[in-house]
């Protein structure tokens, strides 16, 4: 049997690999899932008798308890692996842990780590689906599904929206995500931070570079502002944390100039007062926390549709069970 | 006891010293080049092989090679990787130092000298440190180490990141009339970087060594060099402005020699995408302009010899997330084929060059000896069948090392037959 256009493959290991019909299919995807979530029973038997693992060999709250909804909500058995307290410490190979959940009998691995191409590395190497939730400075291709998801909730498109990222751009698997997908998804995209930051030769991945964040603000529709990794200070990136809040950082008094509402992102957690301050947060312009929401429903979509769901079917999942 | 006679008969006899490229007869006797000419007779008891159709040249020598031990006997040992080098044609190789323990006393450099005698391969001649334990803070016994016989000094795989270190290590090497090699790396530029920083690392998402690391420290050598009058050789160069800077220190009478390295003639940081740890080494696979001008400098001579930077590792130690990888390739067994494939055979380098660049010119670098097969020099010679047809596969490599970036290529040439000291190090097996 052929696969569907839509099919994502046996992984998920970043956006630059998938086409823009697969990212629209995930968010499609998404839109019956997020239901689930608002009730008062939240769970469904979608993905009933699989085995999840996740193995987040970094450390992560968010990611890691919104992966965790997702599988519990679709009624998959979990295992969660960190990096403490596990046979990683004790100085077992990718590989081998790989191998031997593998012996297990396991579904699906949702992996965080700190190497870029961990993800794919795994993902090569197991027949289970492997989902990558962060690797290195790569790719973090769940998260930007659900930017991508809160954006077009918000202003009911993606198409030729200005979509400027602020912050550690050179680091950030968030950034390199959301670039190739807005880019797919037919976004302007632009990027603004310290030249410290921002990877030479970024433009050439097709990004307008902003050196001034008044600029980036006067230009763009949304602002998807990334988090100041404290130990970039130590680094020598940035100076000072003030300074960078001075001359980096989106303030209530430069949206304020701005020529028209921009819809304010951040993929959390947060450093008020760095790169982002309260007021804005905490604003009328802020939808940090649907992203949130929106975390857990993408996740489902993308957990159902490597199990072999078809998104027309997700509805009809959702009260049947199952995806075979 | 010295071998038996060798008559190498009819092979196309290629010395560029000699400027000599004609169809003749090569006898070895007592380890030595005894003569050339048409039609020989073969002494008494000597054996004969038939060279119809083959090359008959001056030994390769590569003067960098990792042979690991002692301390890495895991990735290669001093017997497998002269097996190695055997194999790829080279008569002669180069041990760098940073080993464990490093090679930075005259019992070190013995060690190596002695196993490689042992193995019988193929010629070992040990490079020492510049610094004790390569730490870049206090200058080896450079005498000692030359006298046990090190042909050069190089803190390689480390930089000598203290330029006060390395003018030292200039001036006192003259006294003992060898070069002091460099892995020019700034590492204040290139700090936590995996690959060469660009595009393809700024979309792989993997911390970059800029040309730039590699540039500065280039131009700093050079400086230090023309200051002091030292004998400098710079190792693996891979930028564009790197072989400039060298060429016009040339211009200027510096002294001073370079190495082009295969992987950086053939490859691109493209060869890194899918986060292949095979293309990872040090310095890093660099841009296309940047893989032309070496290969610019190669041809003009501006880069002297070619050498492989062979660097096996462990295939385990190779099966990790790109970032936790170690650097380094094998190159022995290759290097021949890719140079005579994708240099020789579209005509973009003449074999002269190719053996000038293979054998004359790293024996004059590192001032050892071979190079040539004038009557009475060593009876080191390499017989290359052009039209040997083979696939690179790294499960018949004799290294231990399987870390190449060249699996499954196609390449047309290789060695045939290595003799060291008149001796048959290595025959490769008729292909099916």
């Not at chain 1, 603000?217 to 100041?228: G, H, P």
């Not at chain 2, 080049?33 to 073969?42: F, I, K, N, P, Y």
């Not at chain 2, 190789?93 to 196993?115: E, K, Q």
């Not at chain 2, 590792?313 to 099966?319: A, M, Q, R």
Request: hydrophobic letters at 40%; charged letters at 25%; aromatic letters at 4%.
């Amino acid at each position: 049997m052929s696969r569907p256009t839509f099919s994502l493959g046996k992984d998920l290991v970043g956006l630059e690999e998938l086409s823009r019909e697969q990212i629209l299919s995930i968010l499609d995807t998404a839109e019956p899932f997020k239901e689930i979530s608002e009730r008062r029973i939240k769970k469904v038997p979608v993905l009933r008798g699989k085995t999840i693992v996740n193995l987040f060999m970094e450390p992560s709250t968010r990611t890691r308890i919104s992966f965790e909804f997702a599988e519990k909500r679709l009624s998959a058995d979990t295992v969660n692996i960190g990096a403490t307290g596990s046979s990683v410490v004790k100085g077992e190979t990718l590989v081998d842990t790989a191998r031997n959940l593998e012996a297990m009998r396991i579904d699906m691995v949702v992996i965080r780590h700190r190497s870029s191409g961990a993800a794919g590395f795994l993902a090569e190497r197991i027949p289970s689906n492997v989902v990558n939730a962060g690797d290195g400075s790569h790719e973090h291709p769940t998260q930007a599904l659900l930017d991508l998801l809160t954006i077009r909730d918000e202003l009911e498109r993606i198409e030729g929206l200005k979509v400027c990222i602020v912050g550690d751009i050179l680091h950030s698997r968030v950034a390199r995500s959301n670039i190739f997908g807005l880019l797919k998804l037919g976004a302007e995209v632009g990027v603004c931070g310290p030249m410290t930051l921002l990877p030479l030769g970024i433009d050439a991945l097709g990004v307008k570079v902003f050196r001034k964040i008044e600029e980036a603000i006067e230009w763009a529709d949304v602002l998807n502002v990334l988090r100041l990794q404290l130990e970039r200070m130590q680094g020598g990136f940035v100076p000072s944390l003030r300074e960078y809040n001075r001359f980096y950082g989106v303030t209530r008094r430069r949206l304020d100039k701005a020529p028209r509402d921009v819809l304010i992102l951040h993929p959390g957690p947060m450093n008020r007062g760095v790169e982002i301050d309260s007021d804005v947060a905490d604003g009328p312009q802020s939808v940090i926390l649907k992203q949130v929401t929106n975390g857990v429903a993408v996740r489902m979509a993308v957990l159902y549709l490597l199990a072999g769901g078809v998104p027309e079917h997700a509805e009809a999942a959702k009260k049947g069970g199952g995806v075979e | 006891m010295s071998p038996r006679p060798l008559l190498l008969k009819g092979g196309r006899v290629i010395d560029p010293e000699r400027e000599l490229d004609e169809v003749l007869d090569l006898l070895l006797v007592e380890g030595k080049v005894a003569r050339s000419g048409r039609d020989l007779t073969a002494p008494e008891g000597a054996k004969i092989e038939e060279c119809r159709d083959l090359l008959v040249v001056p030994g390769l020598i590569d003067v960098h090679v990792h042979l690991r031990e002692p301390g890495g006997e895991h990735k290669e040992t001093i017997a497998t990787g002269t097996r190695a080098a055997a194999a790829g044609g080279f008569t002669a190789v180069c041990a760098m130092p940073n080993t464990d323990p490093v090679i930075d006393s005259p019992a070190t450099v013995g060690f190596v000298s002695a196993a490689a005698r042992e193995a019988g391969h193929c010629r070992v001649y040990p490079v020492g440190a510049i610094s004790i334990g390569q730490r870049g803070e206090q200058l080896t016994e450079i005498g000692e180490l030359v006298q046990a016989g090190a042909v050069a000094i190089t803190d390689d795989g480390h930089s000598v990141m203290d330029s006060g270190l390395m003018r030292r290590a200039l001036e006192y090497a003259q006294a003992f009339d060898i070069p002091v090699a460099d892995h020019p790396e700034d590492l204040s530029l290139s700090r936590d970087g995996v690959m060469n920083e660009g595009l393809v690392s700024a979309r792989l998402g993997l911390p970059g060594k800029p040309n730039a690391s590699e540039d500065v420290h280039i131009a700093r050598d050079l400086l230090v060099a023309e200051l002091t009058g030292g004998r400098l050789h710079l190792q693996h160069v891979s930028t564009r402005l790197g072989v400039e800077a060298i060429r016009s220190a040339k211009a200027r009478g510096v002294r001073v020699t370079a190495e082009a390295a295969p992987h950086h003639l053939l490859l691109t940081d493209e060869a890194v995408g899918g986060y292949r740890t095979d293309a990872k080494m040090n310095p890093p696979l660099r841009t296309e302009s940047d893989r032309e001008a070496v290969v610019n400098g190669l041809l003009d001579g501006t880069l002297d010899t070619l050498a492989t930077d062979h660097a096996p590792h462990h295939y385990e130690e190779k099966e990790q997330a790109f970032a936790d990888a170690p650097f380094g390739v094998v190159g022995l067994e290759t290097a021949l084929g890719l140079m005579l494939t994708h240099f020789v055979e579209p005509g973009r380098m003449s074999l002269r060059t190719l053996i000038e660049r293979m054998s004359v010119q790293p024996a004059q670098a590192f001032g050892i000896p071979g190079g040539t097969l004038v009557e009475g020099s060593p009876g080191d010679v390499t017989v290359i069948d052009p039209s040997r047809e083979w696939t690179v596969d790294p499960d018949a490599f004799r290294s231990r090392g399987r870390n190449t970036p060249f699996t499954g290529w196609a390449l047309r040439g290789r060695a045939v037959l290595t003799v060291v000291g008149g001796r048959i190090t290595h025959r490769e097996p008729e292909a099916d």
